[in-house]
């Protein structure tokens, strides 16, 4: 049962129980496998939020090395920013068809907690967490921040989604918020820190489609102080949402329209059906987001601590499903990869394009999360 | 994967999260014991089912039919009772698709015989560069709305929607409807905005010669899913119809065809 890939996209899968229970990594492992003809075994990934609830107050920072000397160097790094609650390697499990890929790198999760006294000038934590992950991805060789996030964490690498979900014994980790993909690189090399998702604190992103802005949208991150060193045309994408989100603290649906920003034409048909305040956003937007908007064919899920979100380019030239069922909310690149993990889900539809499906979670209120509409 | 054999050239398979070529395979190896009806249970996405089959069977499927079904379709005749995912009919010569549910983007690309009935909505690009010649003509008929992009580059065939479940204040089609359509024909049950249809195409209200051929057409659909075909004739429709010439007729010609008058 092996090496049936052939020409494909990528493929991502993902839900969230809006309630806040936690399920095994089975379920998304299930449903990514069943999509497994969409990628071609170069690379494949999970993300899951609410998996350490007894270290829930640290940073849990999971970091993929290329030896384990390197450890003393990393460590040296965290120390000047952190105090290192708890470390150690992140448990896998041999499984011989990787090693016939690729040798694996060694990942290792430090539970981290910030020290007073290292913030800059103007700069708020969460800037200094990005700061310290910007410095271990560029000045240490061989070594790279694979997820930052609180409660949360990235498991990635080159393989099929079943041979990394395995890997990293999925199942044995609960989370509420799942997402997944399987790759198949085009244009960019399949290696271990090229596999989706990427993630920046606990914002984390999967991505089916391709990147053409992605000259623009680099240098315009780079000049807040991202640096993109994972090779890939997604990681940059987790930057801009880094940026639009938590700094300029834009509301999601504004974040999506400077993302995957209405045509010229269409936003003169919104003044025609005289909606100016829309209107005069979505030029806004256009206008001062022009180097974040996001060109060439995706589906994107993007998830964080208070929910998911899925949503195309503007002329969807990737597919999206998105299914609900009770408390949960899916969403995937095919319909068949939610029906394996529920079969008769209450809803299913196939959203329209640049139109997002957002599902917070159902404790999310305005004063604590972020605010959903504009 | 489990097989089993209901009667003398009934077959039934269950096939859950089987490798879509294992199924495909086991098809193929049925129709070829003569097998004349083949009942595909718990499909979860298999890709490609019906593709290379030139015998006129009966493929039912029950769950959720994978990318491409029918690609290619030479005769057989095939049913799936719950959704289908992107490119139904891809290339289709022959035969008869049936959903009896919603299908995803890119539904009868490139079709160029054979009937497509879908029962909900379609996503994307449907219909896009069907075509016909001679006696293949395809027919896509659509119970719901479709998304953008409807019927662009069509070349041949008629691509038919009915928006029968469409709510107030929804639009039964896309932007960019019938952009660079240039064969064929499209009906639409109900109005289509002016600023959604390509520059290529032109509105036509239908006349009586027209409305019988289009309930001669509409009888297969609604004997499939048990409508009455004055009851979707109830509405008016309209045609979309282009008004240039093989635009494209010269694109790839060869300047000495051109220059000699071989090509006009």
Known sequence: ????????????????????????????????????????????????????????????????????????????????????????????????????????????????????????????????????????????????????????????????????????????????????????????????????????????????????????????????????????????????????????????????????????????????????????????????????????????????????????????????????????????????????????????????????????????????????CI | MEVKQLNETTYEIVCRTAHYKIVNQKIRELVNKNASKIILREVFGQRYIGTGIKEPIKIEIHGIAGNDLGIFLYNPKIEVFGNSQDCVGNTMMKGEIIVRGHAGDVCGYGMRGGKVYIEGDVGYRVGIHMKGYKEFVPTLIIGGKAGNFFGEYMAGGKLILLGLNRKTGEDIVGDYCATGMHGGIIYVRGEVPEKYLGKEVKIFEIDEKEKNLLKEELKGFANRFGLSVEEIMSKPFTKIVPVSARPYGRLYAHRWGIASGVIK
Request: net charge neutral; glycine share 8%; charged share 25%.
């Open chain 1, 1 to 372: 049962m092996k090496n049936y890939s052939e020409m494909s996209g990528c493929g991502l899968a993902g839900f969230i129980n809006r309630n806040g229970e936690r399920v095994s990594g089975k379920y998304i492992f299930d449903s990514i496998t069943s999509m497994k003809e969409r990628g071609n075994g170069m690379g494949a990934g999970y993300a899951a939020y609410g998996i350490y609830p007894n270290m829930a107050e640290y940073y849990a920072f999971h970091i993929m090395i290329d030896d384990l000397d390197k450890i003393t160097e990393i460590t040296g790094v965290l120390n000047r920013f952190f105090h290192i609650v708890k470390s150690e390697l992140i448990p896998t499990k041999s499984i011989s068809s990787l090693y016939k890929k690729t040798t694996p790198p060694l990942f290792y999760r430090y539970f981290v907690t910030p020290k007073n006294d290292v913030k800059l000038p103007l700069e708020t934590e969460e800037d200094m967490v990005v700061r310290a992950i910007m410095t271990i991805n560029e000045k240490i060789a061989g070594a790279y921040v694979i997820s930052s996030g609180k409660n949360m964490g990235a498991f990635k690498g080159v393989g099929e989604p079943d041979e990394i979900g395995e890997f990293f014994e999925i199942d044995q980790y609960q989370g509420n918020i799942w997402i997944a993909h399987t790759r198949f690189p085009t244009n960019t090399p399949g290696w271990w820190g090229g596999a989706h998702p990427f993630t920046v604190l606990d914002w984390s992103i999967v991505h089916n489609g391709e990147i053409t802005s992605y000259g623009t949208n680099k240098r315009y991150v780079e000049m807040y102080g991202y640096k993109c060193t994972l090779l890939t045309d997604t990681e940059v994408a987790a930057y801009i949402f880094d940026l639009l989100f938590r700094k300029h603290k834009l509301p999601i649906k504004a974040t999506l329209l400077a993302i995957a920003a209405p045509f010229w034409k269409d936003i003169d048909y919104i003044r025609e059906k005289k909606l100016d305040k829309i209107n005069e956003l979505a030029m806004k937007i256009r206008e001062v987001y022009s180097s974040a908007m996001l060109n060439g064919p995706f589906a994107m899920l993007f998830a964080y601590k208070d929910g998911l979100i899925g949503f195309n380019d503007r002329i969807k030239l990737r597919p999206f499903v998105a299914a609900i069922n009770k408390d949960t909310v899916y969403m995937a690149s095919e319909e068949s990869a939610i029906r394996v993990i529920c079969n008769n889900p209450e809803k299913v539809w196939m959203p329209k394009a640049g139109e997002p499906v957002i599902a917070l979670m159902n404790n999310c209120n305005s004063d604590k999360c972020h605010p959903a």
